[in-house]
């Protein structure tokens, strides 16, 4: 029998954080590509578009006006997913099942520069975005079981607008992918006694391989169970469950480290690299909140180049997540490159 070779053989690999696998199938990596090419997303761009429904003194697709705003910038969605006082459905049975869902949906703009995405502002300006994502997750957190932030960078993660922005949900609900993760961190804190993303790093550190950057407060991996070719978990390295739990000089690393990973991703295919990027915290009814570690997921849909991407289509929507790129290779080519914005973690 041949040895197993991890860069050569196909196997299954598992996530820890939400029980689901991963085929990962090396040696599909030496086909030839004949797939779909698309156009790079180029870097750089005006710092104010009089038709950007995002930019200073602008008006919104919903009819209201932009303050003059010189930072951060958070108002309610003018198309939201969820509302607040919206009807429960007319209960159901055991076969067609509905739930209530409520809750409310807003806009977090990153600053007034319309040209700036999150790698091209400075240490300062994305302090701020940090402060900005707490003081919304303590508002909403009062109000709702979970608070959801996350970013769609880039047309092809279908980002409705090039201005640099993301977005903040919160709902009377726990999501799906929330409750997986709830599930499987409450199971291993109680089989183990310590905090599943906390030995996750303790091995990682250890271990090197998958390691992107690293810094006192956080470390950036790809994780050993990635779904996207170049999937990064960036996780506290400090024992908080959410956001507006992190101290002051953790903030300050999060900025120089949320720097440092978007710039590599620029950096790596030399384009401004699309992604959907989300913060994951404690649900206001966790099954075991001592069980929480703050992570962050970004997922990046290009896979070759600037040009070509992976989509998750035939096999992966109909059976499980499959990927060519090991994990441990996208990791050294991050960790490789130069941050197109010069930033250290």
């Known amino acids: 029998m041949t040895p197993f070779d991890p860069l050569d053989h196909p196997h299954r690999r598992r996530n820890l954080l939400t029980g689901r696998w991963v085929l990962v199938s090396p040696h599909r990596a030496k086909r030839p590509w004949q797939g779909e090419v698309g156009d790079a997303a180029p870097r750089g761009g005006p710092s104010y578009d009089p038709a950007c429904y995002l930019c200073p003194g602008n008006t919104r697709t919903g009819g ?68 900005t994502w707490a003081d919304q997750t303590t508002e909403l957190a009062a109000r709702f079981d979970y608070v959801q932030v996350f970013e769609n960078k880039g047309a092809m993660m279908g980002c409705s607008s090039p201005h640099p922005h993301g977005q903040i949900w919160a709902s009377d609900f726990v999501p799906s992918e929330l409750a997986d993760e709830d599930r499987e961190q409450a199971a291993w804190h109680r089989a183990h006694g310590d905090a599943l993303l906390g030995e996750v790093a303790r091995r990682e550190l250890a271990l090197g391989e ?87 997921h970004f997922y990046p849909p290009l896979l070759r180049s600037a040009t070509v991407r992976k989509f998750m289509v035939g096999y992966e929507m109909l059976a499980e997540p499959q990927r060519d790129l090991t994990p441990e290779v996208a990791a050294a080519r991050l960790r490789d490159v130069t941050p197109a914005n010069g930033a250290q973690a």
Not at 216 to 225: G, K, Q, S
Not at 239 to 247: Q, T
Not at 254 to 274: H, K
Request: glycine fraction near 6%.
């Open 64 to 131: 209201e006006t932009n303050p003059d705003y010189a930072a951060t910038l958070v108002f309610p969605n003018d198309f939201p997913a969820l509302m607040p006082d919206t009807p429960a459905p007319n209960g159901g049975d055991d076969l067609f099942v509905s739930a209530p869902a409520r809750g409310l949906a807003r806009v977090i703009c990153y600053s007034p520069d319309h040209g700036k995405t999150l790698p091209d502002l400075d240490t300062a300006a994305v302090r701020a975005l940090i402060d």
């Open 210 to 296: 998958r390691v992107v950057a690293v810094n006192a407060h956080w470390l950036a991996v790809v994780p050993f169970w990635a779904s996207w070719p170049f999937e990064v978990l960036l996780i506290a390295r400090d024992a908080v469950a959410r956001i507006d739990d992190l101290s002051d000089p953790a903030r300050d690393a999060l900025a120089r480290m949320l720097r440092a990973i978007t710039g590599r991703y620029d950096a790596l295919f030399d384009c401004q690299m699309p992604y959907s990027m989300g913060w994951h915290q404690a649900p206001g009814h966790s099954a075991a909140p001592g069980a929480w570690r703050l992570h962050a």
